[in-house]
């Protein structure tokens, strides 16, 4: 167990929905990043917030957004889903604090979107 | 931002050989070098990792080598045993200074009894 929860582990939505991933970050990381997984294109950085703000932007859509709150559990929005959405989406923290050294990501257990 | 390149894409050995990836990656600045191993429908995990003011580092039956000149870095599997099946990523920070981390498109490794 990494310490990093997700939620929903399964999600299955129409196109055109919107659907709100949930992660909660290991107790006292202040960084949470979020990645999608694709079968063809690996781990694709999505965005990452560092204690409730955003410090770092990957390829993320227009119609996806995120959050981090006060008590540093982030959602991920994902909006007018396409078919080509469907995706394991996952979260990951780590202690890292900016301009320091790099330590470990934790990653969870992942979100398996299908959208039909 | 940074590039990070990984090969191969599938590796398949016989159990007991060696296997060895590689990354390349674009930025002279980048100081860290995971690799992240990711079993059938779980999460990745790290399994070692490097920083740029060493060459190699090892555990056990796993070690990672750094180039800084050339910019690539390499996983180092030996003596594999079945258990080894999965796919590998190499990874590196998006950008210097920055702790999120781009990844490489990841080696299936297949160990065969």
């Known amino acids: 167990d990494s310490g990093v929860t997700q939620t929903p582990k399964h999600l299955i939505t129409a196109t055109g929905q919107r659907v709100t991933l949930r992660c909660s970050p290991r107790?006292?990381?202040?960084?949470v990043y979020w990645y999608q997984q694709s079968l063809d294109q690996g781990l694709q950085f999505l965005i990452q917030?560092?204690?409730?703000?955003?410090?770092a932007k990957g390829n993320i859509l227009e119609r996806f957004s995120a959050q981090q709150f006060p008590d540093l559990h982030s959602e991920l929005n994902l909006s007018s889903l396409e078919l080509g959405d469907s995706a394991l989406y996952f979260c990951?923290?780590?202690?890292?604090?900016?301009?320091?050294?790099?330590?470990?990501?934790?990653f969870g257990q992942g979100t398996r979107l299908t959208v039909v | 931002g940074e590039n990070v390149e990984q090969h191969p894409s599938t590796l398949s050995v016989q159990e007991g050989d060696s296997a060895v990836i590689k990354c390349t990656y674009s930025?002279?600045?980048?100081?860290?070098f995971p690799w992240y191993k990711q079993e059938l429908g779980k999460r990745p995990q790290l399994i070692i990792d490097?920083?740029?003011?060493?060459g190699e580092k090892k555990d056990q039956r796993i070690a990672v080598t750094l180039n800084k000149t050339a910019k690539h870095f390499s996983l180092h599997i030996t003596e594999t045993q079945p258990e080894d099946s999965a796919v590998y990523f190499c990874?590196?920070?998006?950008?210097?200074?920055?702790?999120?981390?781009?990844f490489g498109k990841g080696t299936m490794l297949l160990v065969s009894p």
């Open positions: 490097i920083r740029s003011n060493v």
């Open positions: 917030y560092y204690n409730g703000e955003e410090r």
């Open positions: 990874a590196a920070p998006l950008n210097s200074g920055y702790s999120t981390l781009t």
């Open positions: 107790s006292g990381d202040l960084s």
């Open positions: 990951a923290s780590s202690s890292t604090n900016p301009g320091t050294e790099n330590t470990e990501a934790f």
């Open positions: 930025d002279s600045a980048s100081n860290y």
